[in-house]
């Protein structure tokens, strides 16, 4: 018990600072898939790429996307709690396995929102 923290779960705050970076990369590679693919003929978006425009298009999503990966990588222990017996995250593997795993959810879990911003108008921002 005395590994464990009510913020972090059986992390240290480097580890999940680490995964934080990892899932934000992934949040970021996910919005620049997302930016290639916009009609640039369309009035409601500029010719030119903009890196202002993509934050302040997506910015809801954004922060739903860094909310859920918050709560995603806080609760790992429990949502895979096979991955953390025996100190699994001690270990270089272990450690490799969590580092790719956060890059995959940040990706994931921002395309799952881009695909629900699609669909639903909550997420959709005034142009």
Known sequence: MENYSLLLGFLSLKVFLVMIFFAAVGIAISLLIDAQKRDQVSSATPQKFSFKFLLRDNWKSIVLTALVVLITLRFASSLFPDQF??????????????????LLIGLGFNQLIQVLKKRSKILQVPR
Do not use: N
């Open 85 to 102: 017996k025996g100190d699994a995250v001690g270990t270089p593997e272990g450690l490799e396995t969590w580092l790719f795993g956060s």
